[in-house]
């Protein structure tokens, strides 16, 4: 009997990691997915999108190494100053905290609009942190710097 008791111990312990390995990686696709959303807002200018995917205390510091925050970002968006003729995004990394998660990557971007360097290509390095609030995740903060060759 004792066998028996240790043995369902055992498999219960085992269903649970299984169960939360399955839930950890089903976050990973959501924030990847997310991501994914996010750069599809830039590129089209999307400022509902965007409003949706930033937390309300969303902080930047962004390539032009400036601190801003959302309605700094969505007004550089909105003027047509932050544009994109193109934007390609590469997860390097997701890890979550239980209600954060941290995504690091490359990006790979050619300005447009009003920006000081549009029509030129950029590579840049970031870091998101995203937190889950009421079942959504949203971006609270974003750091991004371009790698100078």
């Given amino acids: 009997m004792n066998k028996l008791v240790v043995l369902v111990a055992i498999l219960m312990m085992c269903a ?20 994914a959303q996010e750069v ?11 409003e949706s995917l930033w937390a309300d205390e969303l902080v930047v510091t962004n390539p032009l190494n400036k601190f801003v ?6 007004r550089l968006i909105q003027s047509g100053t932050l544009a994109f003729a193109s934007y390609e995004r590469q997860i390097d990394y997701v890890h979550v905290f239980r209600d954060f998660a941290v995504v690091a990557g490359r990006e790979t971007v050619v300005w447009a609009g009003k920006m000081p360097n549009a029509g030129r290509p950029s590579l840049l390095r970031f870091t998101g942190v995203w937190t889950r609030r009421n079942g959504h995740w949203q971006q609270v903060a974003r750091h991004a710097n371009i790698i100078v060759p």
């Fill in 16 to 35: 649970m990691v299984v169960s939360a390995q399955k839930k950890v990686e089903r976050v990973d696709e959501e924030i990847r997915r997310l991501n």
């Fill in 40 to 50: 599809a807002g830039l590129l089209n200018n999307d400022v509902r999108l965007l």
């Fill in 69 to 74: 925050d959302k309605q700094d970002v969505l």
